[in-house]
């Protein structure tokens, strides 16, 4: 018995390090390497082979490498009876709030625009925004997404959240339902999406909902890429309604050469890296669930395949 990693990445060498150290006893293989398939009944993958996971007869849990678990999800041939479990980390959502507070601070201290000047040798001020003058909206107030809304909060934002349902109660403002999305549109200036991809949140950034924004508001996508209409984020940069965006995920990753993104000048990308997944955190989650999969008992950190996180 062992967990079987799959997965697109080019050394999974860390992960296998930090499962190992986590627990000795455990075998840890990649499918690459194996033989008999019949004997798998844990898998650890990210962005598998579609189709992989009908040749594992006897498999009972598969066990997403991140938060998202879209990338398995879009798989129609997972049978129904696997479970599906995903990672739930601190440090996952402490780096993304890392990442956020730079993205929304670099924003507002206009450094992208500095450095621009700097490129043409341009000495000129321009005046900066301060906490107390931007209302920051997150979309998306899941375990990650809720981190971020509160730290952003506690360093002095004035906050404002959104999510599908309504959910405990939080200290900083939230709104709920396709009912209150306008209203936290409307008065969000810096917007940080962190919405799960499910089919009733692709596109959910399009013309419509962007357009309910503040004219010059400013779009943070560090969800994952088909959240939005790229089209219509293009259009409403170029007639002028939001200033700028913030883009860490795509519809297709790595972005193609050829999309307009690269190259349009409010558009500002990094490659996936708001916060990537530290095997060396997430291993003993990864080993319990394991332990609990081959002792039949309840998973930590289940999917709700018909909610789609
Ligand atoms: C990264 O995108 C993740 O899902 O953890």
């Keep these: 018995m062992a967990i079987v990693i799959i997965s697109d990445f080019a050394s999974p060498e860390p992960w296998i390090k930090a499962l190992k150290e986590a627990d000795p006893k455990v075998e840890v293989l990649l499918h690459t390497d194996l033989t008999d398939y019949t004997n798998v009944k844990f898998a650890l993958a990210w962005n598998h082979p579609p189709g992989i996971f009908m040749q594992f007869p006897n498999l009972k849990t598969i066990s997403s490498m991140g938060a998202g678990v879209d990338h398995l999800l879009k798989d129609p041939d997972i049978p129904a009876h696997i479970n599906i479990v995903r990672i739930i980390d601190p440090r996952l959502s402490q780096d993304m709030f890392e990442f956020a507070l730079a993205v929304i601070m670099s924003r507002m201290k206009n450094l992208l625009h500095f450095r621009e000047n700097q ?37 002095g934002f004035h906050v404002l959240g959104w999510s599908r349902s309504e959910g405990q109660p939080t200290a900083y403002k939230k709104y709920f339902g396709q009912e209150q999305l306008e209203e936290f549109l409307k008065n969000t200036d810096i917007l940080i999406c962190l919405l799960p991809l499910t089919p009733d949140t692709r596109g959910i950034l399009n013309k419509n909902t962007l357009c309910m924004l503040p004219a010059g508001a400013w779009v943070v996508n560090l969800g994952r890429g088909p959240l939005l209409v790229d089209e219509d984020l293009i259009n409403l940069l170029d007639i002028g309604h939001l200033a700028g965006a913030n883009l860490d995920v795509f519809h297709k990753e790595p972005l193609t050469e050829d999309h307009p993104f690269w190259l349009h000048s409010k558009v500002h990308i990094t490659p996936h890296v708001a916060s990537l997944t530290d095997p060396e955190s997430v291993a003993p989650q990864i080993i319990e669930n394991y332990r609990r999969t081959l002792q039949n008992q309840p998973l930590l950190n289940l999917v709700d395949r018909k909610k789609g996180y």
């Design 119 to 155: 490129h043409q040798k341009v000495w000129k001020k321009k005046r900066y925004l301060r906490m107390d003058q931007v209302k920051i909206g997150v979309m998306g107030t899941g375990v990650i997404g809720h981190h971020v809304a509160s730290n952003l909060q506690r360093v």
